[in-house]
């Protein structure tokens, strides 16, 4: 079966599509990657988007009509990349969504406890335009039973990278950073994930603030600037970093309102200063967390540190890693090198997930998300 997996990040810089060839099931679950591809919104339409992420007050017109909107840009994209890779058609499409707000820790409303999550991208739409059946929204799934809804990656983290002798880290750098420790030998419920902080999304707001720029790009701004020590004190002293997982991050954590909280304590400084302490923050968020709930008492059980997600490609931020994870003898390296180009992991993760709801498997890691029991993801949309 050939799936084509579907991903837009709390970035929102664009569209990722990944066609995957799907083999067996269960413990003989496999795939290969057919070809992927990535399409950038249109500046208009990643306005809107980043103005209805966690919007106090939104237009529920509106809101309605960028969900149909955005199903036909994923659509169009889907058939844009089998153009480009020669592939007639496919069998199965996963899409992740647009995530416009992502609530995992229950909250008041209404004399209600409720966790709430919401991906914009209808998939009839998808459905509809490619003829093909579509499984769409997959976080709700998870957050019925008990989870944050979130990481959903780990699972093709355990299928692609599990290992005999080596333990791994995977480490993923998208708008947020998120990473799945796995134990060598390990079985799917001594998977570790969650949420370590800012990704990319701290630095690009930055980035676009005080230099009119999209993102960093190759981190060339903040390797002309120097990280402020008492601004990253104070930032890292935050009660996110501090809680165990599981745990979940979004915009609500680090989005606009915590744009202001971070140029404040940085100060009157440098422009590149600023970019250079938004970048270090997400090097040193990511080993922090590492050392605190992957590493404390399993000294030498990991050797491996794979870096997959648009942040591979800041030079500047992997250099921070590399010195951040020096002490703990961890040998970086991109999943591009095991077969896996960074940029299509997230994508390849929906399709994959979307072949487990199809076959009617469960698609969640409980010991990631938080959820008491694994469930099937997603719903399912008829062309």
């Known amino acids: 079966m050939i799936v084509a997996g579907v991903m837009s990040g709390t970035s929102a810089d664009g569209i990722n599509v990944a066609l995957v ?16 591809s990535e399409f950038a919104y249109p500046p208009k339409v990643r306005s809107v988007i980043m103005n209805s992420m966690n919007a106090g007050t939104a237009s529920v017109a509106d809101l309605s009509r960028l969900n149909f909107l955005l199903g036909e840009l994923f659509a169009e994209s889907v058939k844009k990349t089998l153009a480009e890779h020669r592939i007639k058609s496919v069998d199965l499409v996963g899409c992740h969504g647009q995530t416009l707000y992502h609530q995992g820790e229950p909250a008041e409303f209404l004399g209600r406890k409720i966790a709430c999550t919401w991906q914009a991208g209808e998939g009839s739409i998808i459905a509809a335009r490619l003829g093909t059946p579509v499984v769409s929204d997959f976080r709700p799934a998870d957050m019925a039973a008990g989870g944050k809804g979130a990481p959903l990656v780990p699972l093709l983290d355990y299928v692609l990278f599990k290992h005999g002798s080596r333990g791994r880290v995977l480490q993923n750098i998208g708008g947020i950073g998120n990473l799945t ?3 060598a030998r390990a079985s799917l419920d001594q998977v570790l994930a969650f949420d370590t902080g800012p990704g990319n999304m701290v630095i690009d707001a930055a980035t676009e603030k005080l230099f009119g720029r ?12 120097t990280p402020i020590s008492r601004a990253l004190t104070n930032l890292l002293a935050a ?15 680090f989005g606009r309102e915590y744009l202001t909280t971070f140029l404040s304590a940085c100060g009157r400084a440098r422009k590149e200063d600023v970019i250079a302490t938004a970048t270090a923050l997400t090097a040193q968020s990511i080993a922090l967390g590492l050392q605190k709930f992957v590493l404390t008492n399993s000294a030498g059980k990991y050797r491996d540190y794979l870096v997959a997600g648009g942040g591979a490609k800041n030079r500047t931020l992997l250099k921070m890693l590399r010195k951040e994870l020096q002490p703990h003898g961890l040998d970086i390296r991109l999943t591009d090198e095991l077969g896996l180009p960074a940029s299509a992991k997230e994508a390849v993760a929906f399709a994959l997930l979307a072949y487990q709801t199809w076959k009617r498997k469960p698609g969640n890691v409980p010991s990631a998300t938080g959820a008491d029991r694994p469930v099937i993801l997603g719903k399912i949309s008829y062309a």
């Open 214 to 225: 999209r993102y960093d790009k190759d981190g060339a701004i903040a390797a002309r600037g």
């Open 239 to 253: 009660p996110f970093f501090k809680r165990k997982p599981p745990k979940t991050a979004g915009r609500e954590e």
């Open 21 to 36: 060839q799907m083999l067996g099931s269960g413990s003989s679950l496999r795939f290969q990657l057919l070809g992927h």
């Open 181 to 183: 420790a796995i134990p």
